[in-house]
């Protein structure tokens, strides 16, 4: 199995231009499900999420070409005919359950295996499934796989009781086929959900207030095949900062949005880092002393969870005490673990981790949990004394396209081991 090592001390100094983001691809790649023909990509990110997500397509029929290194894509659904999405597939990616809503508005029907848990939590769908019933949909579980039946979907209003991010999409992707008006009150604001929508009123759906907590949905007969160029990854962006920030390095941060970042930007300022802000770049540079400060993670525009574990790591060498809450996932502490093997000194409560700043952080072999899990190792990695190895790295490549070539660009002495 591949690992990545990485010997830690050196500052990241240059640019580094940011990758379109997974987030945001998914969704996407499930729209385009909802008409046949032609649909184009851009800017896609080359991760295993997105391959995952083009086997889904494919094995329902579809067939997809990669141009320019693969970075567009073509999308063609005119073949679309088995309408599933296998256990298989969905137990390597749960974002797969993105394809409920399309299939049932488009084809009225649609067999999807239901997302077990993962490390981060339970993570049920309760939410996608309520909002579809109550848009007529027939939904039975069978042997592990949901069953989802409508002739055609009506327009209901719905109040999620979780602001769920791919819950509101996938409702929003099944609303813009259904029959009249559908309302989503408590609707996730995220950016990709933003984004999600503007690609669908591109293609002719009725949406309005995507971005607010109320989405509305006219529904339209029929939707033209996507051409959508995606917008940059603000993890990736933020994981980036936290490297530069961690490293007491310069880093400029190239092709992202700062705006959707602003919860991390406070909360680096805070601690002491220096950050010049432009219309699509940031520029870090980390000081000499980092503060202590307090987190809680929220949906958006509140610190995002995917940004908590490498926050914690920055934490992990603060001249001082800092109070992590998580409040999003029940289980995304994965990571205290193994930072402690390099020598940090966290202490859990609960949804609550007291993390004391440590002098130095050791270098350590240690073990990838989940995607953010193992790029708060790697950010750790870079900030360490000596060599640290993280082994199972094929969570980060669900994420991150090409971090250590990034990082490596950047100065830090970092490689991955076949
Ligand atoms: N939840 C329910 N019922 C539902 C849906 C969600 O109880 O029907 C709960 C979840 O268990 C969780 C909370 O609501 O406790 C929020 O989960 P949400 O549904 O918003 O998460 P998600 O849509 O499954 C997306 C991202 C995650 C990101 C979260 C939160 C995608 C493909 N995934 O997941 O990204 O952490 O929103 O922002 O968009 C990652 O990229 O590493 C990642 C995990």
Redesign the pocket.
């Known amino acids: 199995m591949e690992k990545i090592e990485i010997i830690g001390g050196r500052a990241l100094n240059g640019k580094v231009q940011i990758s379109g983001c997974?987030?945001s691809t998914?969704?996407i790649l499930a729209t385009t499900l909802l008409s046949k023909g032609v649909h184009r990509l851009k800017n896609v990110p080359r991760l295993r999420?997105v391959t995952t997500f083009c086997r889904l397509l494919a094995g329902m029929g579809a067939e997809i070409v990669g141009r320019q290194g693969e970075r567009e894509l073509l999308v063609d659904t005119t073949g679309i005919d088995k309408l599933e999405a296998p256990y298989d597939l969905v137990r390597t990616m749960?974002?797969s359950v993105?394809v409920l809503g399309p299939l049932l508005a488009h084809y009225g029907e649609a067999r999807v295996s239901l997302p077990g848990g993962c490390a981060?939590?339970?993570?049920?769908?309760?939410?996608?499934?309520?909002g579809l019933k109550l848009m007529g949909a027939e939904i039975e579980l069978i042997e592990g796989y949901i069953y989802a039946r409508a002739r055609r979907l009506r327009g209901a209003p719905i109040y999620l009781?979780?602001?769920?991010?791919?819950?509101t999409?996938n409702l929003m992707l099944a609303a813009c086929l259904a029959d009249g008006k559908t309302i989503i009150e408590n609707a996730?604001c995220?950016p990709?959900v933003i984004e999600l929508a503007q690609t669908l009123i591109d293609s002719g759906a009725r949406i309005y207030g995507a971005g607010t907590g109320s989405l509305e949905i006219h529904g339209v007969t029929s939707l033209s095949p996507i051409e959508h160029s995606i917008g940059p990854d603000r993890?990736e962006a933020g994981t980036f900062a936290i490297a530069a920030a961690i490293t007491q390095g310069e880093v400029e941060i190239v092709g992202c949005i700062p705006e959707h970042l602003r919860a991390l930007i406070i909360k680096l300022k805070e601690a002491g880092v220096k950050l010049e802000l432009a219309d699509h770049s940031l520029l870090v540079q980390g000081p000499a002393a980092i503060k202590p400060v307090n987190i809680e993670t929220l949906?958006?525009p509140g610190f995002?969870?995917?940004l908590q574990a490498q926050f914690m790591a920055l934490m992990c060498l603060a001249e001082g005490s800092s109070i992590i809450k998580e409040n999003?996932?029940?289980n995304r502490f994965m990571h205290v673990a193994e930072l402690r093997r390099m020598g940090a000194d966290i202490q859990i409560q609960g949804s609550t981790a007291l993390v004391r700043g440590v002098k130095d952080l050791k270098g350590a072999s240690v073990m990838a949990t989940?995607?953010?899990a193992s790029a708060a190792l790697i950010v750790a990695g870079l900030a360490s004394k000596g060599e640290t190895v993280v082994h199972r790295i094929y969570h980060l490549d669900?994420?991150y396209e090409r971090i250590e070539e990034k990082l490596s660009l950047l100065g830090a002495d970092i490689k991955r081991i076949p």
């Open positions: 997974k987030n998914l969704p999420d749960r974002a993105l981060i939590g339970a993570r049920p769908i309760d939410q996608h499934l309520k009781d979780i602001s769920t991010v791919t819950g999409e996730a995220e990709e993890i949906p958006y995002p969870t995917d999003v996932f029940e989940d995607l953010r669900r994420g």
